[in-house]
């Protein structure tokens, strides 16, 4: 017997505040006009669904968002601004000029995405038990059943890594 | 926990993403608006690994995976942006047109006169 949608329980309360606060600094991320400022509103979205994640008892996940996406993905992100020479202050040149067609795009996406999802899962509960996203659990998942992505991910990000170095590299032209 | 909470703020999330790719011109602005959607992404696979008591956890182990394969993409993306900075001196998307059909064909047209 599953428990209706209101009154919301507390987990669900604090995670609405979460999607508030990641819905919200994603919508300043595409629409700021200061491109640095851009970068930081990503910060505080990464770390609302790091929240969203602790709810949702998936811990691990939760931390390695935080390591991984906030402190690495957007200290390079920032790099690359500073590097490109890009305005550090206020642009009006960030927005192409058929941003209206996008909105109409993205709103249509909304749409199609919130109406079929809300019509598949309404009825759809999940019990929060904590423990099921510790690091020991997943640890485990990842070093026995998905040993195999797992090392397939580390020749990837080798792969990455080289073919960094070799697009950065200024000795090496093409063929004349 | 409905799992309707996570599963719509997700689709939110992508759609203001989708507005992020198509409506920024600088490159770098397109990349952070692609880690948003990748982000919509995981909180889905995270929502329904839980609502599912996976045990083998696929979803929460197929997000870890989409933010390692994200992280190796963001590196080699801004490899690629900065050649591009290194070469034309702009990273602005509606600029870079040299690959554009419509543009060669004028080229075309003036050589020929």
Wanted: a neutral charge.
């Amino acid at each position: 017997m599953t428990p209706g949608l209101w009154p919301p329980s507390g987990p669900e309360i604090v995670f609405l505040l979460l999607g508030l606060v990641a819905l919200g600094s994603g919508v300043l991320v595409v629409t700021t006009k200061r491109l640095v400022h851009a970068a930081l509103w990503l910060v505080v979205c990464f770390g609302a669904l790091a929240g969203c994640y602790l709810v949702l008892t998936a811990e691990f996940v939760a931390w390695v968002q935080v390591l991984i996406y906030a402190g690495a993905v957007v200290v390079l992100l920032l790099f690359g601004i500073m590097l490109t020479r890009a305005p550090t202050g206020r642009s009006e040149e960030l927005d192409s000029g058929n941003w209206w067609a996008a909105a109409l795009v993205a709103l249509a996406t909304a749409g199609v995405l919130v109406t079929v999802v809300i019509s598949g899962f309404r009825d759809a509960y999940a019990p929060l038990e904590p423990g099921r996203g510790s690091a020991g659990e997943i640890g485990a998942g990842i070093f026995r059943t998905w040993v195999l992505p797992f090392e397939v991910l580390s020749l990837l990000l080798l792969a990455a890594l080289i073919g960094a170095i070799v697009i950065s590299r200024t000795d090496i032209t093409g063929r004349r | 926990m409905h799992v309707v909470y996570p599963v719509v703020l997700s689709a939110l999330l992508f759609s203001i993403g989708v507005y992020g790719v198509l409506a920024r011109r600088n490159a770098i602005l397109v990349m952070l608006s692609i880690e948003l959607m990748l982000n919509a992404v995981n909180l889905n696979l995270v929502a329904f690994d839980i609502w599912a008591g996976d045990r083998l956890h696929s979803g929460q182990a197929l997000a870890l995976f989409v933010i390692v394969i994200a992280a190796a993409e963001v590196g080699l993306g801004l490899a690629i942006v900065l050649a591009v900075f290194r070469t034309r001196k702009t990273i602005d998307v509606d600029r870079l047109r040299a690959l554009s059909e419509r543009e060669r064909a004028d080229d075309d047209a003036e050589a020929r006169t």
